[in-house]
C-alpha cells in the first residue's frame, strides 16, 4: 500500500524527520542514491523555509505519477514534496525564488536551489493565507526531467513536455493525500491513466480509516490501470468487481476525450466534484453506495465540454462540502497539485483541521501559452 508522510514542522528537530521520510519515499519510488540525496536536500531547504519564514507548517511526502503522462510510462513514480503553511505569504515570489534574496539574514539559497534540484517545481504564495509549494524530483530517465521551460519570468517550472504531439499530451494532473491524524496509511488514493485520447482521473476513499481503508482504495488505483479504456460507468462496473472483498470505497471517476473535447463523469459515494467552465464551478453528481459492497441500480454519466480553460477538482470528505474555490484556483496555469494543496490550505486551518483522511486530485489543461 502507498505510505503517506505528514510532518508537522513546529521546530528544528522536524526539519531531520522531513529528511528521512524523504530518503524512505524516495526507496520507495526507486531513486538511485543520487537523486535521492537530491530530494532529501530540497525537502530539508523547504522544511527550513517553513520555520524561517512561516513560522512552521508541514510537509507532505508522497509517491506519485507525473504531472504529464507520456505514452507507455503510466508505472513511473517521482518523489513529491509539498509544504503548506498559513504564514505571512510571499510579496514578490519572482524575487524569492532568486538566490541571495532573504528578510532573515540567512544565505537565501533555499528556494532558488529547491526550484534548481527539482525535475517540477511551482508555487502559490499569497499575502495573508499563506504559501504552497510544490516539488518533485524523479528517477534520473524521467521523461519530465529537464523538460522544464521558463515561464512568466520565473526559474524554471517541470512536469510539461518539450513539445505536444497530440491533445492529450497537454493535459496534466496532481494531488495531495493528508491522512488523518498523522497516520501512516490514507485510506484515500488518487490515480490517472492514458490510453491513446482518453485521460482518466480516479479518487478513491476507503470505508473508514487506517490500513484496510487504504487497502480498499489502493485495489482501486491498481485496477484503474486495466479499465481506463472504458467509460466512467464501465470503470466503475469493473472496480466493483475488483473491490469485492475489500471493505469498499466511495469512487469518481473523470475522463476526458482529448480528440472529442468531452469531459464524462461517474460517481458511487461521497466524492465532492467540480469543473470551471465559463467563469464559474460546476457540480458534477455522484450516485450513493460503496464500490464493491454496494452498487446502485444504475449510474449517472454527466458530460461537459473540455477546453483549454477547463480545471477539474475532485476531493474526498474529508474537505467541507460547501467549501468555496479561491479565484486563484480557477486558473490553469499552476501545476495541478500546487491546486490542489491550495484547496486542502484554504478549506482548513488550526482552528479546523480536516476530519477524516483527505485527498484532493486536479486535472487541467496545460494553458496554450506554454510550448
Excluded at 30 to 48: P, Y
Aim: aromatic share 4%.
Amino acid at each position: 500500500m502507498p505510505r503517506v508522510w505528514d510532518v508537522p514542522v513546529r521546530d528544528t528537530t522536524r526539519v531531520r524527520d522531513a529528511r528521512v521520510a524523504t530518503e524512505h519515499a524516495a526507496s520507495r519510488a526507486g531513486l538511485d542514491e543520487q537523486r535521492t540525496a537530491t530530494a532529501a536536500l530540497v525537502a530539508t531547504e523547504l522544511a527550513t523555509n517553513l520555520l524561517k519564514h512561516a513560522g512552521g507548517g508541514r510537509l507532505l511526502i508522497d509517491v506519485v505519477a507525473p504531472p504529464v503522462l507520456a505514452a507507455g510510462r503510466e508505472t513511473d513514480r517521482m518523489v513529491q514534496i509539498v509544504t503548506v503553511d498559513h504564514g505571512p505569504g510571499i510579496a514578490d515570489v519572482a524575487a524569492a525564488l532568486g538566490d541571495g534574496f532573504t528578510t532573515t539574514g540567512s544565505l537565501g539559497a533555499g528556494l532558488g536551489t529547491c526550484a534548481r534540484l527539482a525535475d517540477d517545481f511551482d508555487l502559490h504564495s499569497a499575502p495573508g493565507r499563506g504559501t504552497v509549494v510544490v516539488a518533485r524530483v524523479a528517477a534520473g530517465d524521467s521523461p519530465t526531467a529537464g523538460d522544464s521551460p521558463t515561464a512568466e519570468g520565473l526559474p524554471p517550472v517541470g512536469g510539461f513536455p518539450a513539445a505536444a504531439p497530440d491533445p492529450a499530451a497537454r493535459v496534466r494532473a496532481g494531488g495531495v493525500n493528508l491522512p488523518l491524524g498523522g497516520a501512516e496509511y490514507s485510506g484515500d488514493a488518487w490515480g490517472w491513466v492514458r490510453v491513446g485520447d482518453l485521460v482518466t482521473l480516479m479518487l478513491a476513499d476507503g470505508l473508514g480509516h487506517g490500513p484496510e481503508a487504504a487497502r480498499a482504495s489502493t485495489a482501486a488505483v491498481e485496477a484503474l490501470r486495466t479499465a481506463a479504456h472504458l467509460r466512467p460507468t464501465a470503470v466503475l462496473g469493473a472496480l466493483g468487481t475488483a473491490l469485492a472483498g475489500t471493505r469498499g470505497a466511495a469512487v469518481a471517476v473523470a475522463q476526458v476525450d482529448t480528440r472529442a473535447g468531452v469531459l464524462r463523469f461517474a460517481g458511487v459515494g461521497n466524492i465532492g466534484a467540480r469543473v470551471y467552465e465559463g467563469g464559474s464551478w460546476r457540480h458534477l453528481v455522484s450516485r450513493p453506495g460503496i464500490v464493491g459492497v454496494h452498487r446502485p441500480a444504475t449510474l449517472r454519466e454527466d458530460e461537459a465540454a473540455w477546453a483549454d480553460d477547463r480545471v477539474l477538482v475532485l476531493h474526498s470528505d474529508g474537505l467541507p462540502s460547501r467549501w468555496s474555490p479561491a479565484p486563484d484556483t480557477c486558473r490553469t496555469s499552476p501545476d495541478p497539485a500546487v491546486t490542489a494543496a491550495v484547496t486542502l490550505r484554504d478549506a482548513s486551518s488550526s482552528a479546523r483541521p480536516v476530519r477524516d483522511d483527505t485527498a484532493v486530485a486536479v486535472l487541467a489543461s496545460i494553458p496554450p501559452d506554454r510550448p
